[in-house]
């Protein structure tokens, strides 16, 4: 634990690296530590260390940890980047700063409905599952322009980017590359992709935002967990 601030330090570093070796302003590129299945308390150590901005994937998990955090760091942006059931997003919208991971006309919907109804809006991005895995979320890529309309136009859905997770076993420069032409495609600001595998490679291809847990807060322990979000 004593260790995230210097982990944190090398990955800033490497960002910053890798955005210079393709002629990008380290600035432009926002680090998302990801900090599932880490406690509180590592996860005060990373705020202690200046850093702002979280992803988590679970909302129960998520509820437990940071509204303490958020009390007392009060700039904190949190990013859901796990799969979000209709019947949590009451919570989710309540909690978390951006929801990368709407990937469905039914969820984008209830999204809308309860930005609406508790008149927080909280921009979102569209999970797109760039590798066609059967077992993994996401809109397939051909859907993208049409939910993209679907949620600006009949939802009014706040969508400001795309996200997506390659598959394990392969080359994931064109699945980013997909990924951030088709962003640029829609007129999208914002690209989330790269995790601690292969972010210098995102940045490469363009991403604005890298998610990164491992390599700042070490291997992670999954211990027993609830099954689901
Ligand atoms: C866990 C997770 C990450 C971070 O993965 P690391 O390999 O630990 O950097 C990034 N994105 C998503 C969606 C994740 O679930």
């Known amino acids: 634990m004593s260790d995230i601030p210097q982990a944190l330090a090398a990955v800033k570093q490497r960002i910053a690296d890798a955005a210079r070796d393709c002629g990008r302003d380290p600035a432009t590129i926002s680090l998302v530590a990801v900090s599932k299945t880490h406690d509180a308390a590592t996860i ?19 509820r437990a940890k940071w509204p303490d ?13 796990g799969p979000l059931q209709t019947n949590k997003v009451r919570e989710a919208v309540a ?53 993209l309309r679907l949620c600006r136009m009949e939802y009014q ?20 590359r997909m990924l951030a032409e088709a962003a640029e ?27 990164v847990g491992s390599a700042i807060f070490g291997e992670r322990d999954y211990g027993e967990q609830p099954a689901e979000a």
């Open 44 to 62: 005060r150590t990373a705020l202690e260390a200046g850093q702002r901005v979280f992803g988590e994937n679970r909302v129960q998990e998520s």
């Open 95 to 147: 909690l978390f700063d951006i929801i990368e991971t709407v990937d469905r006309p039914k969820l984008a919907r209830a999204l809308a409905d309860e930005m609406e109804r508790s008149g927080r809006q909280v921009p979102c991005l569209l999970q797109v599952n760039t590798g066609l895995e059967e077992q993994k979320a996401g809109l397939h890529p051909d859907s993208v322009d049409s939910m």
């Open 157 to 176: 859905l706040p969508v400001i980017g795309l996200m997506c997770i390659p598959p394990v076993d392969e080359d994931p420069a064109p699945h980013f």
């Open 185 to 211: 495609r829609n007129g999208l600001k914002v690209v989330s992709m790269g995790m601690s595998g292969d972010f210098e490679t995102a940045i490469a291809q363009g991403a604005t935002h890298v998610r």
């Open 69 to 81: 955090l958020k009390a007392a760091f009060a700039d904190v942006e949190l990013h859901l980047i």
